[in-house]
């Protein structure tokens, strides 16, 4: 998943960002409301690890300027503000989910997990052929046996997958798995494309990831 957090605590946001990316995350770290609605305004995200009371733009303006996008991501709201009806009035203004700090960090990724399986489709489990995508797990397997990926394999034919039929450019694909801060340029995905396809053809698995000149990669 390609995530947002805003959190104005230098040292949470930093130990949330490293603990999401080690989860094969996409992250960016906004400090205050109002970096977090450039991000927003620039980048297409799944979810939002929104805290409530910042400086400048706080978090329940970010919800209100979200409200009602029809392309808005989920938000996991997390807050020191542990009444119900903080709870309420962000679940109100759109929040998906709430929790309390100090947290679990195991349960706000199970969380964010529950919020991008709810996203996609009620049925956890993408089958394409003999390939099995297994979101809940991040697990890939072909005729049973499990395909050993990278994160960014796992979450580049998970993308392709999720997305069957489209045609993503390489820009598209790039924007979804790496974050603001990478130094890498796009022609990244070429590599993992690659990659990903010897893996694949290894299993027994060919021309899953077709390319189409000039556009982009399509899983069909």
């Known amino acids: ?19 999401l990316a080690r989860d094969g995350h996409a992250v960016d770290l906004a400090a205050d409301g109002a970096e977090a609605l450039r991000f927003l305004a620039s980048y297409a995200y799944d979810a939002v690890v929104l805290d409530l009371m910042m400086p400048r733009v706080d978090g329940w303006t970010v919800l209100r300027k979200l409200n009602g996008h029809d392309s808005r ?6 807050s020191a503000r542990d009444q119900v009806e903080d709870r309420v009035e962000a ?19 199970a969380r964010l997990q529950a919020l991008a399986r709810r996203s996609v489709q009620s049925d956890p489990v993408l089958q394409l ?10 697990q890939v397997r072909v005729d049973g046996e499990a395909l050993a990926l990278t994160p960014k394999e796992y979450a580049l034919l998970e993308t392709l997958s999720a ?5 993503m450019t390489r820009t598209a694909l790039f924007e979804r798995l790496y974050d603001a801060r ?18 694949l053809a290894r299993a027994g698995v060919k021309d899953l990831v077709q390319t189409r000149r000039g556009y982009g990669y399509v899983v069909e």
């Open 129 to 138: 052929g003999a390939v099995e995508i297994h979101p809940r797990a991040r």
């Open 73 to 78: 991501p989920r938000v996991l709201v997390l």
């Open 182 to 199: 990478s130094e890498s340029s796009d022609k990244v995905i070429e590599v993992l494309v690659s990659t990903l396809r010897g893996k």
């Open 163 to 167: 997305e069957r039929g489209r045609v």
């Open 91 to 109: 679940l109100h203004l759109g929040a998906d989910d709430y929790m309390v700090k100090p947290f679990s960090y195991d349960e706000l990724s």
């Open 1 to 19: 998943m390609r995530l947002l957090v805003v959190e104005d605590s230098p040292n949470l946001g930093r130990d949330l960002r490293e603990s």
